[in-house]
């Protein structure tokens, strides 16, 4: 080995050690994960529970372990590669770990939310929560939060939505788009994960479907990926539930790489949300965050199979909109007030 390869290796060991005690040295990160850990997921001594991270979110993954391994001494932390695209299978022994834990929390640079991953490790009884995306920022602002608040916001308004046979959302940016729950079950997500076999995004805040059908039109100008806030609005067309055209050049290719693997099911209309989390104040270029903000709604394409629906695809497109105006019915629904 040449001086320049062990240098190399030095540098490679300082960065994990200093990843292994980011949180030491942040209170706010770990005043975070402790608020995971304890409020949102209640994780109890002699409980088994896993973190699942990987190499892109390893520092807030070291601050979940922590703040675990605070409570319980059945805590491990299980590091991954980072996956192709959200929606993407995890390697089976991290399916494993998930499904073995009585608690799991998953922040990773890509979404396991919607796997057949995690419906297994739910279906196992274990309870727990995924991070898609997640960073320091996201994780102190997102979570620095009265989550009984948000649970409060998101039970105002399901009962607002809850049976209505269509609902409407239409925005200044020129969304129109109207879509048939066909009689799925709304769900919320209050980051409130006590029961077994329950979840939650963290941070979390929504009120959310899966439609059975959808028509219009709906132009993402808050946040999407690839870009995170977008610099020039993303407009998708939607006829008998599928979307139909695209016009950003980058958010179409994530979509054909889908098709090319399961064909339309990658175009399915996947979900309309409404944000309910009342401390995120502002867009800050992560779906994860964004699509809770109070105030805001999101659609997505791609998978629905996870939260209600019958559509199988290797990708759920969250799409987040500005100042939008939601009818049930015919009959407008108050947001919370937000973003």
């Keep these: 080995m040449d001086d320049a390869d062990h240098a190399d290796e030095t540098d490679a060991a300082v960065d994990a050690d200093q ?33 699942v991270t990987d190499d892109e979110t390893r520092a807030v993954g070291e601050a979940l372990y922590r703040a675990a391994r605070g409570r319980t001494d059945g805590a ?10 959200h929606g993407a299978e995890p390697p089976a ?8 834990a009585d608690v799991f929390l998953v922040p990773t640079a890509k979404s396991l939310s919607h796997t057949r991953a995690r419906d297994a490790a739910n279906e196992a009884g274990a309870r727990g929560v995924t991070m898609p995306g997640v960073t320091r920022e996201v994780m102190v602002a997102g979570l620095d939060a009265d989550y009984e608040a948000i649970a409060a916001e ?6 607002a939505v809850d049976g209505a046979e269509t609902l409407r959302v239409v925005t200044p940016a020129g969304t129109d788009l109207t879509v048939e729950p066909g009689g799925r079950e709304w769900h919320s997500d209050t980051g409130l994960v006590h029961d077994p076999g329950g979840f939650s995004n963290l941070p979390a805040g929504e009120v959310f479907v899966s439609p059975a059908t959808g028509d219009g039109r709906f132009v993402v ?15 998708f067309v939607v006829e008998d539930g599928l979307v139909t ?54 659609v997505a394409v791609g998978d629905d199979a996870s939260i209600g629906g019958d559509v199988e695809a ?26």
């Design 245 to 298: 055209s695209v016009s950003d050049d980058a958010v179409r290719d994530q979509l054909e790489t889908a098709a090319a693997e399961v064909g339309d099911a990658a175009y399915n209309l996947a979900e309309l949300g409404v944000g309910t989390n009342v401390g995120v104040v502002d867009l800050v270029g992560s779906v994860l965050l964004d699509e809770k903000a109070a105030g805001t709604v999101h």
């Design 314 to 339: 290797p990708i759920h497109l969250d799409g987040v909109l500005r100042d939008p105006t939601l009818y049930a019915d015919g009959e407008q629904v108050a947001l919370p007030s937000g973003v």
């Design 154 to 159: 998101c039970e105002r308004v399901r009962a």
């Design 93 to 100: 022994p991290v399916a494993a770990a998930m499904r073995a």
């Design 19 to 51: 990843a292994d005690h980011a949180d030491e040295t942040d209170p706010e990160l770990r005043a975070a994960a402790e608020t995971a850990v304890g409020q949102c997921l209640g994780v109890a001594a002699g409980e088994s529970c896993v973190v």
């Design 76 to 85: 491990v932390v299980v590091r991954t590669p980072p996956g192709d695209q």
């Design 221 to 235: 100008d808050g946040t999407t990926m690839p870009y995170g806030l977008v610099d020039d609005p993303v407009e």
